[in-house]
């Protein structure tokens, strides 16, 4: 661990780095416009040059090129397959100096990452620009990879994301060290070809309660909610604390999935002993997912989209600012954002870990302790509300 003499003589040492002004190494690519591949990677270009300008080195040899097109030359390449090393760059974050000096600009990490590696590198600083690396993530990968990525606070970039599959991704924040990360790379690259136990276990589909049911809601029907009506202004209250802007408000209607749920609640209200087992909770998620689940309700691939630290359910928030991380931007619509404002029945709930694929016994949902709530089966799930916003 360094002492404060150490960082101080690092400072003075690189002051000319540290003293320039704090510059983008991309242009904004406006999420208005169509951009096309040409386009990404003319921006990319510049990412290497004002690098090696701002910076002792070039630092490692990138990709130029879409997302997608990188992912073909690393992960899915059937001649020479290797990870990709995703680098998500952010000026004026904190340890970004540090990070690029002495992890970018190592020289046993160029090298290593030039044999084994494909290095693809964005740069998030714009926030159109951030926004367009979640819809290339959500698109190309999956919205698991984009939601873990949306879930990072943008003060701890930057960020490296080791990809060996779409399903399989690892990151490694700027609080690791360069011995940790050139030692991770090397364990990771090993992994790629001969997978650990513990990365076979993780990637593995688990299998819960709730894609275990007989019966499916069904698909449900929309209604405009009118903006001067009492329940357009009720879902309003629940935003009044951000600053995001409602576009539309629907409210769902599924008779057969309205009559299941009340059977469920009234099964647990009468076991647990008291009727307070139903609470209003939010669920931020994609467009097409969203869509998905008023076809057919929550199903089996939507688990642990959101992550699975409370159990491998479906997630639910008290907080719809908690919510939001997940309702990532639908770029081809001006970047409007989907949440599901539902009656979700926590009936006797427990603290719990990512282990559970089901409910614990005598319980009906795992929770963080009061803000998340996991549940395992679409009887408890009653979608109300679908509300569209900014």
Sequence with gaps: MSNSKEIDDELEANDNVFSRPNRCLMPELPLAQDVSAIEIQQAMEQFPRIFTELYPSSGPALYLGPLNEAMDQSIFNSNESRPLLIYLHRTETAAIHCFCKNVLCNEFIIN??????????????????????????????????????????LGEFPVLICLLSTQQHIILDSTTSPDEIYTRLIEIRDDFHSPSEEMIRDGSQR????????????????????????????????????SYQIIRVEQINNKKWLTKYEEQKEVIC???????????????????????????????????????????????????KRSHIYALPDLPSGGERTMLVCHVLIGGTRRNHSIMETYPWMFDSTTAGSEIYVVFSNLQILPEYLVTYK
């Excluded at 926030?127 to 990525?149: E, F, H, P, T």
């Excluded at 499916?216 to 009044?240: H, T």
Aim: hydrophobic share 35%; glycine share 6%.
């Design 270 to 320: 009468n076991r647990i002993g008291h009727n307070r087992s139903e609470r209003i909770l939010f669920h931020g998620c994609l467009r097409e997912t969203a869509q998905d689940i008023l076809r057919q309700g929550f199903h089996r691939d939507q688990i642990s989209i959101h992550g699975t630290k409370y159990g491998h359910g479906f997630y639910f928030s008290t907080d719809p």
């Design 112 to 153: 290593y990452l030039a044999e084994s590696y494909i290095v693809w590198a964005w740069d998030c600083s714009k926030d159109a620009n951030y926004q367009r690396l979640l819809w290339m993530l959500l698109r190309y990968i999956g919205s698991s990879a984009a939601a873990m990525v949306a879930a990072i606070p």
């Design 207 to 242: 299998v819960s309660i709730c894609s275990n049911e007989n019966w499916y809601p069904g698909s449900s029907q929309l209604e405009l909610v009118e903006q001067q009506s009492d329940k357009f202004r009720n879902i309003a209250n629940y935003f009044s604390n951000s």
